[in-house]
């Protein structure tokens, strides 16, 4: 099995930026899919981007097109999700997820993070 970390969260205000890592330990990192959802209070659980497990692809919610950006480092066992211009409407809780999967692409998540909250003020 695989453990994910997340971290990098906090509060921000409007417009700033924020970076967040998912730290893997565990089975080969390059054998998963990864990908980062987010709950906001009162919502359900949102896909926000993936990453195939070569990178090739990525995929992006429409409400984060532009400003989030995805990308993993397998030599760290590392998963990122770059986030600029933030809104307040990104306030949510950021779960990193990853897809143990014979397929390139992300479909169902197999292990989950912990959570790491985003807090984005005006």
């Known amino acids: 099995q695989v453990q994910l970390v997340e971290s990098g969260g906090g509060l921000v205000q409007a417009g700033g930026s924020l970076r967040l890592s998912c730290a893997a330990s565990g089975r080969t990192f390059s054998l998963y899919a990864m990908g980062w959802f987010r709950q906001a209070p009162g919502k359900e659980r949102e896909v926000v981007a993936h990453i195939s497990r070569s990178s090739r692809n990525t995929y992006y919610a429409d409400s984060v097109k532009g400003r989030f950006t995805i990308s993993r480092d397998n030599a760290k066992n590392t998963v990122y999700l770059q986030m600029d211009s933030l809104k307040p409407e990104d306030t949510a809780v950021y779960y990193c997820?990853?897809?143990?999967?014979?397929?390139?692409?992300?479909?169902?998540?197999?292990?989950w993070g912990q959570g790491t909250q985003v807090t984005v003020s005006s």
């Open positions: 997820a990853a897809d143990y999967t014979l397929s390139d692409l992300f479909r169902e998540a197999d292990y």
